[in-house]
T-cell receptor, first 116, second 115 residues
């Protein structure tokens, strides 16, 4: 149980385009989902927290207009990187948490974004 | 604020040797602590967690960790390392509580296993 998927696993796009990454909880309802960014050889940096049906809460320094997060249902959150630039290239990981296990997060496999 | 420090950026051990990865936390109350492993290009897999109770926690893949409040540590151990254990290891603590809790990660330790 507690499986989280991400799609796509890998995406390459041109500079200036937008890219959408999906995060799904497959066998539980995720009241909260988190989006992380990971640079090569680095730790995970929390970008934002999204609760189903409400606006995402962004960490300091993360541009909310650049990284649009939508958590429209209890099993799906999306991260859209708008007007992507090469510096947005990174590994993006989502995690999900259910309402009854608030101290545990379950991680997706990650999405490798490369912006040319 | 709650934080996590992994003092060792890179560790190399021989296959079959014992392993200890260090993790120190900064937190006022009893922390919720985790160890995750990440293989290259992959997501995170939970090895073990500590919430309360027995301070020696058993995890998957033969790993264990011990919570020591007096030392503010939660070190990960394995008696005999296998080549497949080569990966990145992250210690993490929950900051906040309940629905506002967030995971704060240490910098990570890269484990290399020599044949």
């Amino acid at each position: 149980g507690a499986v989280v998927s991400q799609h796509p696993s890998r995406v390459i796009c041109k500079s200036g385009t937008s890219v959408k990454i999906e995060c799904r909880s497959l066998d539980f309802q995720a009241t909260t989902m988190f989006w992380y960014r990971q640079f090569p050889k680095k730790s995970l940096m929390l970008m934002a927290t999204s609760n189903e049906g409400s606006k995402a809460t962004y960490e300091q320094g993360v541009e909310k207009d650049k990284f649009l997060i939508n958590h429209a249902s209890l099993t799906l959150s999306t991260l859209t990187v708008t007007s992507a630039h090469p510096e947005d290239s990174s590994f993006y990981i989502c995690s999900a948490r259910s309402g009854d296990r608030t101290n545990e997060q379950f991680f997706g496999p990650g999405t490798r974004l490369t912006v040319l | 604020a709650q934080s996590v420090t992994q003092p060792d950026i890179h560790i190399t051990v021989s296959e079959g040797a014992s392993l200890e990865l260090r993790c120190n936390y900064s937190y006022g109350a009893t922390p919720y602590l985790f160890w995750y492993v990440q293989s290259p290009g992959q997501g995170l897999q939970l090895l073990l967690k500590y919430f309360s109770g027995d301070t020696l926690v058993q995890g998957i893949k033969g790993f264990e960790a011990e919570f020591k409040r007096s030392q503010s540590s939660f070190n990960l151990r394995k008696p005999s390392v296998h080549w497949s254990d080569a990966a990145e290891y992250f210690c993490a603590v929950v900051r906040g509580s309940g629905n506002t809790g967030k995971l704060i990660f240490g910098q990570g330790t890269t484990l290399q296993v020599k044949p």
